[in-house]
């Protein structure tokens, strides 16, 4: 156990509408990662994070944006939703500097946009 | 960029029989890590196995093993022994070294375990 939680766990919200999901964990890793899933693509990458303020962008990010201020938190905000975005979302951290490098995933947030 | 197949949509097994789960990758780099992920109906994504490129020896975790074959760019996924609790959708996962540690998934194999 990561000691990863994600918040809401499901979500239904209109096109249109601002939405922000949670990432936090307990164990001060630097490396943090947001993923969505949809059948027939596995996981891709949105964005991830190295450390505090820093953010780059991953495979999918376009109508995405995320933010980083302390690092046990990881946001990641749709500004304006649309039903493309119906997805499951998934946090991760990764445990960089030890082993191989796997990666630890949140529980997931089912995301439904009407 | 690296990109993942899993080339069976869907696999089913006989409890207590074995099956393997197939993976294949594409990379022009010599050194890499390989996982494999279970996703049960609760949805949470739990790793089965890991394999590091620059070891020959095929990582075994209890009745889950693997057959990678580094030239072919192979790294299929054994379940000994199938259990109703293995029933659940496998990703096969691809991660560079260094850089932003980001992985790369394949599609995923719904596999099923028959009593």
């Known amino acids: 156990d990561a000691g990863i939680t994600q918040s809401p766990r499901h979500k239904v919200t209109e096109t249109g509408t601002p939405v922000t999901l949670r990432c936090h964990q307990t164990e001060n890793h630097r490396y943090m990662y947001w993923y969505r899933q949809d059948p027939g693509h596995g996981l891709r990458l949105i964005h991830y994070?190295?450390?505090?303020?820093?953010?780059d962008k991953g495979e999918v990010s376009d109508g995405y944006s995320v933010s980083r201020s302390k690092t046990e938190d990881f946001l990641l905000t749709l500004e304006s939703a649309t039903s493309s975005q119906t997805s499951v979302y998934f946090c991760a951290i990764s445990l960089a500097g030890i082993g191989s490098y796997e990666q630890y995933f949140g529980p997931g947030t089912r995301l439904t946009v009407t | 960029a690296q990109t993942v197949t899993q080339s069976q949509p869907e696999m089913s097994v006989q409890e207590a029989e074995t099956v393997t789960l197939s993976c294949t990758y594409d990379t022009s780099e010599s050194d890499y890590y390989l996982f494999w992920y279970k996703q049960p109906p609760s949805r949470q994504m739990i790793l089965v196995i890991r394999q590091e490129a620059y070891k020959q020896q095929n990582a075994t975790e209890n009745r889950f093993s693997v057959n990678f074959q580094k030239a072919a760019k192979s790294f299929s996924l054994k379940i000994s022994d199938s259990q109703l609790g293995d029933a659940a959708m496998y990703f096969c996962a691809y991660r560079s070294p260094g850089g932003n540690n980001d992985m790369r998934f394949g599609a995923g194999t719904r596999l099923t375990v028959k009593p």
């Open positions: 994070s190295y450390g505090v303020k820093d953010t």
